[in-house]
């Protein structure tokens, strides 16, 4: 999980040993990924026990995207031809 040092976690409000969460995972988005939250070791801990397998994160953030992109273009897309229609 990297290293702690002292400061306020952004979850919970805790006082005292944080960590930088990466808000992308690491072996999603290796280069510049500088999206993280601050986290106390508790919140730190719930909010990898709430995320997919680490082995299938890449996976699951890559099928998420995708899914919800291909939702977006499908609502663009009827957006779009009703909007013709009127």
Known sequence: MGKYKKGICEKCGFEGYVNDHHIIPRMVKKNNNKETVRLCLNC???????????????????????????????????????????
């Open 44 to 86: 730190h801990q719930q909010i990898h026990e709430l995320l997919p397998n680490e082995a299938k994160e890449e996976d699951f953030y890559v099928n998420f995207t995708k899914k919800w992109l291909l939702g977006l273009l499908v609502i663009l897309l009827l957006v779009g031809f009703f909007i013709n229609i009127f």
